[in-house]
T-cell receptor, first 111, second 113 residues
Framework: QKEVEQNSGPLSVPEGAIASLNCTYSDRGSQSFFWYRQYSGKSPELIMSIYSNGDKEDGRFTAQLNKASQYVSLLIRDSQPSDSATYLC???????????FGGGTRVLVKP | GAVVSQHPSWVICKSGTSVKIECRSLDFQATTMFWYRQFPKQSLMLMATSNEGSKATYEQGVEKDKFLINHASLTLSTLTVTSAHPEDSSFYICIPGGSYGYTFGSGTRLTVV
């Protein structure tokens, strides 16, 4: 059984619209939560980290965490074609420890 | 911020040969290095955890005699794929422990022919 679940997509979004990505996890002891963007053939790059329940905003990105529901999401506002990539959700037991990754959601932003 | 240099970025090798992948932390000391691999259209799966000065710990199903890990210093961890086969073709990524999810190696694309 997968520990971190994501919809594989593709999630097709018109340019300028909001992309909404979801992630659920099974380990209630998880303390750190991350969203990464990965372009084909490249290593993932960190977009957002979140550790507390609620929302965290950084530019066009907003991460939402609900530990009671074991759910973390990512919103991408004003989506751009350059946002087309695979988005990985990762969960960790504590900062600095090994991460468990979801399968990734492929996002396609159409001009 | 923390920087990890991973080499080579890509390598093509013949079946039966060995390939060494290096991850070097440039501006911090990494007592732990997590080694992941990613098959096409799949996510990153943890293979093993290397610990400076001690034996690596391997995830279930990962052959320790095939994937040799060495972490001899606080700045260098290596993964050697021995007797490589086409099914070992994958994208290998190192992530230093203590980087709080912020730092990844740039990855190594291994193709075994």
């Amino acid at each position: 059984q997968k520990e971190v679940e994501q919809n594989s997509g593709p999630l097709s979004v018109p340019e300028g619209a909001i992309a909404s990505l979801n992630c659920t996890y099974s380990d209630r002891g998880s303390q750190s939560f991350f969203w990464y963007r990965q372009y084909s053939g490249k290593s993932p790059e960190l977009i957002m980290s979140i550790y507390s329940n609620g929302d965290k905003e950084d530019g066009r990105f907003t991460a939402q965490l609900n530990k009671a529901s074991q759910y973390v999401s990512l919103l991408i506002r004003d989506s751009q074609p350059s946002d087309s990539a695979t988005y990985l959700c990762a969960v960790g037991p504590a900062a600095g420890n090994k991460l468990t990754f979801g399968g990734g959601t492929r996002v396609l932003v159409k001009p | 911020g923390a920087v990890v240099s991973q080499h080579p970025s890509w390598v093509i090798c013949k079946s039966g040969t060995s390939v060494k992948i290096e991850c070097r932390s440039l501006d911090f000391q990494a007592t732990t290095m997590f080694w992941y691999r990613q098959f096409p259209k799949q996510s990153l799966m943890l293979m093993a955890t290397s610990n400076e000065g001690s034996k690596a710990t391997y995830e279930q199903g990962v052959e320790k005699d095939k994937f040799l890990i060495n972490h001899a210093s606080l700045t260098l961890s290596t993964l050697t794929v021995t007797s490589a086969h086409p099914e070992d073709s994958s994208f290998y990524i190192c992530i230093p422990g203590g980087s709080y999810g912020y730092t990844f190696g740039s990855g190594t694309r291994l193709t075994v022919v």
